[in-house]
């Protein structure tokens, strides 16, 4: 009783304190001051996330598509503790350098595909995509064409909230929330026709890069058709436009491959990556250049690459994730990724035989989906509601609503088993049953 007593007294100071000091990222800041946070997370372990009061869920999404080796891995701590030890920060400007980042530099190398061997670091995804927008529009520039600077990406895709990054997401809530996105920036529908119509009204001779995530995540984890992105090298190939490929989600495993776009047998001209470098355990993201490119810029760039962040090439953030992609290769987990998603694919299809309101599932890797039939002639959205039952079941997943979505969406560690897979579709199935029976 007094453990319990403690706990609520705890949950309460935290809940005020977090009200009136804490601005959430994407959350209802409303919501926030009525009813306070939903959860205080106290501890990680595995597949689980524990909170204040002693919950234990299993978190399907890898909290943000990112915590891949799982919670709680103590050896990611003792990597940085002594990494901290000896040299927890120095600048990487004027060409300082040290042995962290250059060892993940190196092995980043190892991971990319083709000749994708020059890595440039940030602090995450948003930071990456940005410098990739930079780099390109550098790119032509040095060569001759300033003129090609616009940067086309797909409807519902998600590249994150930095100006450049919100202005690539084709999601248009981001949008609204300014009132004003960068220039120069365009949609296009998932389809090979709507990428031609664009290069054609636009001039291929404006246009520096193409930017595409291999499989949509936070957009709702839409996959190509067959062929859709061997037709998009070939057009980008065609009209001298740099193919971007967002990794930020696929990259590092998730789908089964090192990276997403191996799923489809095509090397783009640059990466931009993330979360499931470090597994969370540190902000690390980067963008991954061919080595072409990589000598052009340094031949024909006049002094300084005029870009970078007090934190590129942070050494602790880059001993923790060398340390992370050593666990992931070590323990097989990419087989695990491949092996795992194919039960959770079946378990999907189990649902929807189970459910006459699932309407299609999905999924590659570790990346899955569930689409579901809305109430009230398409109006309601039962998502939330199914996210609102699993909660109480034990089991955090997300719902994805834009653009008349109704998805739920999934990406466990890459550490799960049968047995935890078996329990996420039980759950999953059973929540939708509880939104549709009453």
């Known amino acids: 009783m007094a453990s319990t007593t403690t706990d609520n007294k705890l949950k309460q100071e935290l809940a005020e304190l977090d009200k009136k000091h804490f601005i959430h990222p994407t959350s209802n800041m409303k919501q926030l001051q009525e009813d306070g946070p939903t ?28 915590v891949n080796i799982g919670h709680g891995r103590e050896e990611l701590g003792e990597v940085a503790k002594e990494q901290m030890g000896k040299l927890a920060f120095t600048s990487a400007f004027s060409n300082w350098s ?24 940030t602090s995450g995804g948003s930071e990456a995509n940005d410098t990739a927008f930079k780099t390109v529009r550098h790119y032509w520039k040095i060569n001759g064409r300033p003129e090609k600077k616009k940067i086309i990406s797909r409807k519902k895709s998600y590249h994150g909230v930095a100006m450049g990054a919100t202005s690539a ?10 009132t004003s996105i960068a220039p120069d920036f365009y949609y296009v529908d998932s389809t090979i026709e709507s990428l031609k119509e664009m290069i054609e009204t636009e001039g291929a001779d404006t246009i520096a890069a193409f930017i595409s995530e291999p499989v949509q995540g936070s957009g709702g984890v839409n996959l190509p058709t067959e062929g859709y992105f061997e037709e998009i090298r070939k057009i980008c190939d065609e009209n001298d436009i740099l193919m971007i490929s967002d990794e930020v989600i696929c990259g590092f495993g998730r789908t089964g491959t090192n990276f997403g776009m191996e799923n489809f047998g095509i090397t783009p001209d640059i990466i931009t990556m993330a979360k499931g470098v470090t597994s969370g355990y540190a902000p690390l993201g980067g963008m991954v250049i061919s080595e072409k490119l990589h000598k052009e810029i340094y031949e024909k760039t006049e002094g300084n690459f005029w870009h970078g ?18 666990i992931i290769k070590n323990e097989n987990l990419i087989e695990n990724v491949r092996t795992m998603g194919e039960e959770m694919v079946k378990g999907f299809k189990w649902i929807q035989e189970q459910n006459e309101n699932v309407i299609d599932v ?77």
């Open 169 to 178: 997401t084709g999601i248009p809530e981001f949008h609204t929330f300014t």
């Open 98 to 121: 040290h042995e962290p980042v250059i060892r993940l530099a190196a092995e980043v190398a190892k991971w990319t595909p083709g000749d994708l061997n020059v890595t440039f670091f």
């Open 309 to 326: 962040y007090t934190y590129s090439g942070h050494p602790t953030a880059a001993a923790v994730a060398l340390k992370n992609l050593e």
């Open 362 to 438: 999905r999924g590659i890797g570790l990346l899955g989906a569930i689409s579901l039939e809305r109430e009230l002639a398409e109006v309601v959205p039962v998502g939330p509601k199914v996210v609102e039952e699993a909660l109480k079941r034990g089991l955090i997943c997300r719902s994805v609503v834009y653009d008349g979505q109704d998805t739920l969406a999934f990406a466990p560690p890459f550490i799960i088993n049968k047995k935890q897979m078996d329990d996420i579709v039980t759950i999953v199935n059973d929540s939708i049953q509880a939104v549709y029976n009453k």
């Open 39 to 66: 959860f205080i997370f106290t501890e990680g372990d595995g597949i689980y996330l524990k909170d204040v009061e002693g919950r234990k869920l299993i978190d399907s999404l890898s909290s943000l598509w990112n």
